[in-house]
């Protein structure tokens, strides 16, 4: 008899989570079956969720399983698995983690090496009701398909801190990286979410001069300073961009930072950046995923400040592996088990989604 294993279904929107049991896969030959310990709501789950990205009007098959920030442990090793993808020995019960999406490997992105920016990387959704079921982090299992990237969790990390690894500090870390972000240089951080806090103790060592972040609720501007900020710019301070705009020239001695991340997904925030930046400056745009969502801004501000704008979705394969040896280098430095706030069990799902949605919590974890 083939075992089963619970997941929270999406069925589409408006509609609340409900919780199913499919078969639980055996793995190809060089696939992985995860059994998942932790899984994370991060800020794209609740756009999913409210509809700001309507899968279903997307042409994703639905019903599905959402959820892609998550850690757990190696159940099944398909034929021929022997190590992870950095050459250490991987067995049944090693935690693990592991990216949601994965390059075709036959387009012409993937072709001139560029896999972040593999076109079928934005498509990892599927139907759960198709086999291997198990394609999204609110479940109690993963499934791994051939020759994906996976990283063995070294011991002294806890699954509080390795769940979102995938995302938020993966993708700060690589968001950094394709701007050029160097020592000595001044960064402003737009949104003290999960994105903005890893993004703060990021740039913080990879030797920023100055860490600007701006929010409006003061438990994150705190946890921001706890991640290493020197200035925290409050939206109830500061009320309008400009107010914002200015506060960023008077630190920055009137230049203006050398780089700008968008890490709070308001489409506003992109001209008020791209203000804050001095001339050459580099804006980094990872926020932003809501399709149709626009804003209004003059581009000449680019021509004649030499200003580029640089969007990321995802990152290279060794990124994941450098954020785990971040996070082992500077967990004594940096509070990593503050960013999630509460834990919910599968089943409490639905009160998870609306709670984080209302506020009432920043970030939350699943534990299936
Ligand atoms: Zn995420
Ligand atoms: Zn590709």
Redesign the pocket.
Known sequence: MTDTGRAAVYKGLGQPFEIQGFPVPDPEPGAILIKITMATICGSDLHMWRGDLDLGAMGSPLPTILGHEMTGTVAKLGEGVTTDSAGQPLAIGDRVVYPYFH?????????RGD?N?????LMYMNACNDWPHFVGAYAEYYYLGPNRTIIKVPEDLTDEMVAPVNCALSEVIYGLHKVNFTFGETIVIQGAGGLGVNATAVARDMGAEKVIVIDGISERLELAKAFGADELIDMNEYKTADERVMRVMEITGFSGADVVAELVGIPAAVPEGLSMLCSGGRYLEIGNISIGKTVEFDPSSLVMGSKTIHGVVVYDADTLKKALDFLSRTKDKYPFDKILSRTYSLEQINEAFEAQDKGLVSRSAIIP
Do not use: R
Request: glycine residues 6%; aromatic residues 6%; contains cysteine.
């Open positions: 390059h075709c490997g036959h387009c012409k992105a993937c072709l896999t920016a593999c076109f079928s990387n």
